[in-house]
């Protein structure tokens, strides 16, 4: 059975690091491309990262970039999701999801399955 199962998250002081993990099953992993959401309480998903499915190519929303990396392991089915520099606005539900490519990264309508989430809490 397909399955996307996101660990890694918890709390964290503003400044801190995470590493999230997207751990992959049920189907040919280096094939799909893989990214990253976020939604914060009262706010709209936010598409945060994406890589193609070789790792070739990385994309990451402005809101990121320079303070999250993301990478894979396609020997280990995983993606994942290094957070560096945290700001409390970085609070969030974490979620991986699949895609055929990282074209329309942010559109949550390019991918066709999703993991369950996990809790990033940025606060002193």
């Known amino acids: 059975q397909l399955q996307l199962v996101e660990s890694g998250g918890g709390l964290v002081q503003p400044g801190g690091s995470l590493r999230l993990s997207c751990a992959a099953s049920?189907?040919?992993?280096?094939?799909?491309?893989i990214g990253w959401f976020r939604q914060a309480p009262g706010k709209e998903r936010e598409g945060i990262s994406c890589?193609?499915?070789?790792?070739?190519?990385?994309h990451y929303a402005d809101s990121v970039k320079g303070r999250f990396t993301i990478s894979r392991d396609n020997a280990k089915n995983t993606v994942y999701l290094q957070m560096n520099s945290l700001k409390p606005e970085d609070t969030a539900v974490y979620t991986c999801?699949?895609?055929?490519?990282?074209?329309?990264?942010?559109?949550?309508?390019?991918?066709?399955?999703w993991g369950q989430g996990t809790q990033v809490t940025v606060s002193s």
């Open positions: 999801a699949r895609a055929y490519y990282c074209s329309g990264y942010r559109s949550a309508g390019a991918y066709d399955y």
């Open positions: 049920g189907f040919t992993f280096h094939s799909y491309a």
């Open positions: 890589i193609s499915s070789s790792g070739s190519s990385t």
